[in-house]
């Protein structure tokens, strides 16, 4: 018999509950903390007993709010996101009626947060080797088009081995949703690790705000307060836009130097990721001291791999199946939603593209390329997202074209895509 449920105020009716079996196979464990997207439990999957996270979202909050694009997106970026070290990895996605259950990695170690709050300002060598391998990460998931835009030590976990993993993409972005100045234009972020442009509200490069974000918490990790801080709302942020902060005098030369690049508030002349990696304090002595060299070049070669590699992978497969179409999570309350098609296809990738260009020149739209040459997004004349055309390789004469309309008749204007019948 399932024990009482959780008295807490913050349950609600239909919470899952510690002890509770979801789906039969996973036993739910502890409340590791709440969000503004929902609950995250720890639980164990019975039949392998591996550990895992689990996130509880209600369907019903994430209609009311508007924010069921957000969570389709989330889903849809973690999915390609799991091949990295440093990355939270998805495992599976559930729902019932009312609830819809991300299942990931679980963290052992918690949020790097709360080694700094127990700890206080970390060691040089320490900040150095968590610093390689978020920057890992955020090279990795920017040359997928993808941005963070919510980097911050409590989205910072450790697993049991004291290896850092980014997560929480919830406000996260990605190329295609830039308008016609190719910047981004939604306001989001925690205060004190936001970007000067993004207050700036004229629009932001994605990477710009991740790098700026990398460079508070590298300076949060060595001293253990944030740069920019002030109890008055509006005057932090206007420290934050003129870039005024002071950095303590043991900080060593090097450090000062690539702190001051990083929170350079002029986004043009801030570092960019690929500066970071040639910077003499992030590779000094060849990782040596506090850190694994040889554990980051093999990170380093996986990267350079996995944005090489042309076929679909086990994973990728999966995720065709029904059981992850995430048309059936939201249910049929959930409005502006338009279901995606999949298809294969012997058609040339290449061909298939030119197709989507040409139906979105009739229909006075452009196309965008967000990773590589075959993963793209329709965007109209006002900078939204219309639909997605994403193609993966099988094997040397096959694709799977995956079309998904994010406007009500682009499933309809793109029905041929893929089909040889143009």
């Known amino acids: 018999m399932d024990p009482a449920p959780d008295p807490s105020p913050a349950s609600e009716p239909g ?3 510690p002890g509770k079996l979801l789906f039969g196979k996973y036993s739910l464990g502890k409340l590791l903390g709440c969000g503004a997207s929902g609950k995250v439990y720890q639980a164990k999957n019975i039949s392998t007993n591996q550990t895992v996270a689990i996130k509880c979202i209600n369907k019903s909050k994430i209609v009311k709010s508007g924010h069921v694009a957000q969570i389709e ?75 963070h835009r919510d980097l911050k030590p409590e989205n910072l976990l450790l697993d049991g081995n004291g290896v850092l993993k980014v997560s929480d993409f919830g406000l996260s972005a990605v190329a295609g949703q830039t308008r016609n100045d190719g910047l981004l234009h939604t306001m989001c972020g925690t205060p004190a690790y936001v970007a ?10 994605g990477a710009g705000v991740d790098v700026w974000s990398c460079g508070v918490i590298l300076f949060v990790l060595n001293t253990g307060y944030l740069p920019f801080n002030d109890a008055n709302l509006m005057a932090m942020y206007r420290k934050i836009y003129r870039g005024q902060f002071r950095i303590p005098r043991w900080v060593t030369p090097d450090l000062q130097r690539l702190l001051k690049r990083l929170l350079d508030p002029n986004p043009e002349t801030r570092m960019t990721v690929d500066e970071i990696v040639r910077d003499p304090w992030f590779v000094k002595g060849g990782y040596a001291d506090g850190g694994n060299f040889e554990e ?45 098609r999949r298809l294969v296809s012997g058609v040339d990738p290449e061909k298939i593209v030119g197709e989507v260009e040409e139906i979105a020149r009739g229909e006075k739209a452009r196309v965008a390329r967000v990773k590589g040459d075959f993963d793209v997004e329709v965007v109209g004349q006002n900078g939204n997202l219309l639909a997605g055309v994403r193609i993966y390789r099988l094997n040397e004469e096959t694709v799977v074209v995956e079309i998904r309309p994010y406007e009500r008749g682009w499933g309809e204007k793109l029905k041929s895509v893929g089909s040889g019948h143009r």
């Not at 090489?308 to 497969?317: R, T, V």
């Open 196 to 205: 000067p442009e993004i207050l700036g509200k004229k629009g932001y490069g």
């Open 15 to 17: 919470d899952p509950f």
């Open 296 to 340: 980051d070049r093999r990170e380093e070669k996986l990267m350079t791999k996995l944005k090489s590699k042309s076929f679909l992978n086990a994973f990728e497969i999966i995720s065709f199946s029904s059981g992850f179409d995430l048309s059936g999570l939201f249910g049929d309350s959930c409005e502006g939603f338009y279901e995606e």
């Open 73 to 147: 997106r989330e889903i849809s970026i973690m999915g390609r996101l799991h091949h990295h070290p440093n990355i939270v990895t998805l495992l599976e996605v559930l729902a019932t009626k009312t609830k819809i259950y991300f299942v990931m990695e679980f963290a052992k170690g918690g949020e790097l947060f709360n080694l700094i709050e127990k700890h206080g300002r970390l060691s040089e060598n320490l900040s150095r080797r968590f610093f390689r391998q978020l920057i890992s990460a955020v090279r990795y998931y920017h040359s997928l088009g993808i941005f």
